[in-house]
């Protein structure tokens, strides 16, 4: 173990931790919110449901619910624009800022 520990670059109790997160059910769902939240450092954690009805007939178009999700919680990117509270959501709003300035100094629609 302490070789592949060495390859990997951690020690050999982290290595363990990681395997049993790996193999756990839903890890690729957990992987796939992690990705989806650009690597946000202090995810929102959110539980519950939500239902979309037809306005007309009260038809249930869509239904959701957390329950699925792995810990029964679907995580969304913090969106905090301080770069020493999360670096990566940062990161984003501050590409967004550039463009803002740039299209209101140039007076540019897009």
């Given at each position: 173990m302490a070789g592949v520990a060495a390859a990997v670059g951690t020690d050999p109790?982290?290595?363990?931790?990681?395997?049993?997160?790996?193999s756990a059910p839903g890890f690729d769902r957990w992987r796939e919110q992690i990705r989806r939240t650009g690597g946000c450092s202090d995810p929102i954690h959110l539980s519950g449901t939500s239902v979309t009805r037809d306005a007309r007939t009260r038809e249930v178009l869509y239904a959701y619910s957390t329950a699925e999700e792995p810990g029964g919680r679907l995580r969304v990117?913090?969106?905090?624009?301080?770069a020493s509270r999360c670096p990566s959501c940062a990161w984003t709003y501050a590409g967004d800022a550039y463009h803002l300035i740039r299209a209101g100094l140039t007076g540019d629609p897009r």
């Open positions: 109790v982290t290595l363990a931790d990681l395997l049993r997160v790996a990117a913090c969106g905090n624009r301080r």
